[in-house]
C-alpha cells in the first residue's frame, strides 16, 4: 500500500493512524455529516485538530490513564473523533448502544467503571442522569447537543464546544503530558472497549488491542482493495464492533471518508447523495429495503409492473454470472444491459446502492432470494462471518466465489478449526485480549493457545473450503424422538417471507415443533390496506383471520420445504400462533442487535407454548411492555392457535 | 396590573414585561356578541392558555391579537404601544406569528418552501432580482434558508423536507405549521389549537417542542 509507506511500522495507535492521515491526506475529507441540510466535511487536518483539543480537554478534567469513557448516541464525526480523542489521552472508549434503556446502561457503565461519558443530546444525557446514583465511579458528562439542556446542573455537565476550547487554550503542562501518554500507546495497549449484545445473560465486555484492530483493518482492507477514495455510510450502531472495524479502523488504515446521516429517518436519502462504494448492513436491512420496493411495485401502475416483473426475471437468470464474470451468452448481455437502463440503474439509484463496489451483510443467514435479488441487480454483496471476539472477521467470501448458502473462507491470517462435535473454532491476529474483569470466562471462550469457541456449529465444503454455518451450537439440540432440532434453521425460512418479520420455533425435547409467528407491520399493513381491510392497531391486524390464513399457508410452505430434507424434517411446525406484540429489544426479547433470547421468550410467554402443545384453539394472556422512555404497561389479548398441515417423509418418498 | 416588573415562577423560570396586552375587548358580528369585555396580558416568557368551550370565542380572541378582526370597543397595546387597526400582513412584520386550526399551508409546495414563506415578511429583494436570482435575492435566500434549517432541526422534520405538504399526515402539517410560524421570528407566537385531532404521541411531541422553545426563548 503506498500510502502506508510512511514509517508503517509506527502505526501501533489510532491516533498515530490519525497523525499520518493528516499529513498524507491533508485537506480530503475523513467525516461528512449533514446538518442543516448541507454535507459538512472534516478534513483529516480538521480531524487531528480536533481530536488534540478535545484529548487536551480531558485531561484538563482530570482524564487518567486507563479509565473508561462510555460514548452515548448516533453516529456522529465528533463521537468518532472523540474515540481517537479518548485513546490519545491514554483512556478507553467504551461506545453504547444509544437505544439502550437506562438500566442496561446502568449495568455496563458501572462494569466497566466509566468516569466520563460523551453523550449526544438531552436524551442521552437524561438517561445517565437517572443511573448516575448508581455509578459510584462516574465523574464529568460531556454533551454534543446542548438543545434543552440550558437549565441543568452544569457542575458535571460540560459542553463539546467547551471541552475542546479548554483544551486549545491549555498549557505547556497539559500538552506534554498529552506527548507522553500518546507516546506511551503500544500495539498492545487496549484501542476499544465494546460489550458484547448477549444473546444469553449478561453483556461482557470485550477488551481489544490496537494490533487486534490495526492488523484486522490491514489484511482486509487489502483483501477487497480498500482506498482512499471508498466512500461508506456510517448508520449502524457504534457500540457494534463492525461499525467499529469499518468506520474507524478501516478507514483509518485506509482513509477512506466516513460519512454519517442527518438523523435516522433521512438514511434513505443520505444514501442516495452519497452513494457509498463500501457498504454493510444486515440481512434484516436488506429484507426490510426488498420488502418496501416490493409494496411499491405492487402499488405501482400495471405497465411499470410489468417492465419492472420481466426485467427482474431476465436479472435472476443471468445477472449474477455477469457480476462473477462467468460467460453469458451476448443476446442475454444485450437484454440485461436494457434491463439495466430502464429497471436495475434506477432502482440501484433508488436504494443509493449505484456505486457499492463491496457490499457485505452478515449477523444472521440471509434469504437466498434476497441475496440473489441484489446480486442479479449487479451489486457485489458479499457474506462475511465474524463476532466481536475475532475484530469481527473470520470468514468472507473472495469475488468471484459468492454463494448464498456459505460465508467464505477463511480471511487472510485467520486459522479456523471445526472440533469433533462440529463447533468452529479460530485463532487470528484480530482475537481479543480478554473479558474485562471476567477471566473465567475468558478462559471458557479461549484457550491458552489462543484458539477460541465461536458457539456455532459449521463445516468446510470439501470441494470448495468455504465454512457454512449450521445454527447456534446451543441452540442446537435433540427432539424426543432423537432426531436433529435446528430451529434457526426453520426459522430463516419463515422470516424468508415478507409478511413474517420474526419467528422463533420451539421443540427440544418435545415430540413436535411449534412457532411464535411476529408480522411484519409495513408488508402485512399494506397489504390490509389494498384489500381494504381495516385495523386500528397492531394487535387487531395481528389477530385478524385473514392474516392468519396467509401466515398458516407460509408455515406450511415451509414445512414442505423442510420435509425434503431428511435430517431436518422432525422441524416442521405443527401449530403456530402470531404474536399480539413485535417482540423488542426494550423487552429483552431481542438483543440491541435484534437477535432472537430463545431462553427469555420461552420463560416470559411460557403460558403460550403451553397452550401451543395442549391442543387449546385460543389462550387469554397478559403481558407486560416497556415503552420507550422505560415506563412499563400491560397489555392483554386472546390469541388464535393455529394448525398447520406437516408432510409426512415417506410420503414425499413416494412422489 | 404592573407592566414592568417580571416575576420568578415556583421552578426558577423568569417571567419578563407584559409583551402584549389587551383591555376590555368587545367583539360583535352583527348582532351577535363573540367576545365581551375581556382583558388580559401575555408576558415574556410565558404560555397563557385560552381555553373553553366550543364557540366560547378563543379563536376569535386570537383573531383579534393577529389583526383579523378588529374589535368594537377595547385597546390592544403591543409592547407598550397602543396599536391602530392594522393588515395582518403589518402584524406579522411587528413579529406575531401564528398558526391555524384548520391547517392553513400550500399543499402543493414541499415542507422547506412552505417553511420559507415564514421568512417573506424579512425580504426586500425586487421580483426582477429574485427572478434573475442575481445579487440580493440570492444572498437573502440564502441567509433565510439556513434560519429555516434551525427550526427544521429543532422541530426534528428534516426527513420530509422536501416532500410535498399535501403527502403529509395531519400531525406533520401541524408541525410543518408550527416551522413556518417559527420562521419568522416571532417575538410572540399564536398556537390555535396546536393539538386537536392528534394521537397522544403527536401530542406528547407537540408539549415538547412548546416547553422547549418556552424554556429558550424561542433562541434555536
Known sequence: MAQSDMDATNMVSLPALLRRNAVNFGSSAAFREKEFGIWQTWSWSKALNEAESLALGLIELGIQPGDFVAILGRNRPDLYISMVAIQMAGATPVPQYQDSVAEEMEYVLAHCGAKFVVAGDQEQVDKVLEIQSNLPDFEQMIYLDGRGLRKYDHSKLHSFASVMENGKNSGQNSKSTLKDRENALTYDSTCVMLYTSGTTGRPKGVVLSNANIIETAKTTCEFDDLKKTDEIVAYLPMAWIGDFIFSVGQAMWSGFCVNCPESADTLSTDLREIGPTYYFAPPRVFEMQLTDVMIRMEDSGRFKKWLFDYFMEHARHVGGNILDGKSVGFGSRIKYFLGDLAVYGPLKNTLGLSKVRVGYTAGEAIGPEIFEFYRSLGINLKQLYGQTEASVYITQQPDGEVRGDTVGVPTPGVEVRISDNGEVYYKSPGTFVEYYKNPESTAETKDPEGWVATGDAGFFEEDTGHLRIIDRAKDVSKMSDGSMFAPKYVENKLKFYPNILESVVFGAGKDRCVAFINIDLSAVGNWAERNNIAYSSYQELAGHPKVLETIQSHVEEVNASVAKDKMLAGCQVHRFLVLHKELDADDGELTRTRKVRRKIIAEKFEDLINALYDGSSSIYTETEVTYEDGRKGKISATLQIKDATTNNLADIAAQ | ?220
Not at chain 2, 22 to 29: A, E, Q, V
Not at chain 2, 112 to 139: C, F, H, P, Y
Not at chain 2, 197 to 205: A, C, I, L, Q, R
Request: hydrophobic fraction near 40%; proline fraction near 4%; include cysteine.
Open chain 2, 1 to 220: 396590573m404592573n407592566n414592568s416588573d417580571g416575576y420568578v415562577t415556583d421552578d426558577g423560570r423568569t417571567i419578563g414585561g407584559v409583551v402584549m396586552e389587551m383591555k376590555n375587548i368587545t367583539l360583535r358580528f352583527g348582532g351577535v356578541t363573540a367576545i365581551k369585555d375581556i382583558t388580559f396580558d401575555i408576558r415574556e416568557g410565558e404560555i397563557r392558555a385560552i381555553i373553553g368551550p366550543n364557540g366560547a370565542g378563543k379563536s376569535s380572541m386570537l383573531n383579534v391579537v393577529s389583526g383579523f378582526y378588529v374589535p368594537q370597543e377595547g385597546e390592544v397595546f403591543f409592547r407598550g404601544v397602543k396599536r391602530p387597526p392594522v393588515k395582518p400582513f403589518e402584524v406579522a412584520r411587528q413579529g406575531i406569528a401564528r398558526t391555524f386550526q384548520n391547517i392553513a399551508l400550500f399543499e402543493g409546495m414541499s415542507v422547506l418552501d412552505n417553511v420559507m414563506t415564514g421568512r417573506l415578511t424579512q425580504m426586500t429583494a425586487g421580483i426582477l432580482s429574485q427572478a434573475i436570482w442575481r445579487g440580493k435575492a440570492e444572498q437573502e435566500e440564502v441567509e433565510n434558508r439556513e434560519i429555516c434549517e434551525r427550526v427544521i432541526d429543532f422541530l426534528e422534520i428534516q426527513s420530509i423536507r422536501k416532500t410535498p405538504v399535501s403527502r403529509l399526515p395531519y400531525g406533520l402539517k401541524k408541525r410543518v405549521e408550527l416551522a413556518r410560524a417559527l420562521a419568522s421570528e416571532p417575538k410572540l407566537l399564536l398556537l390555535d389549537e396546536p393539538m386537536a385531532g392528534m394521537n397522544v404521541e403527536e401530542k406528547e411531541d407537540m408539549s415538547r417542542f412548546i416547553w422547549m422553545l418556552m424554556m429558550s426563548l424561542g433562541q434555536l
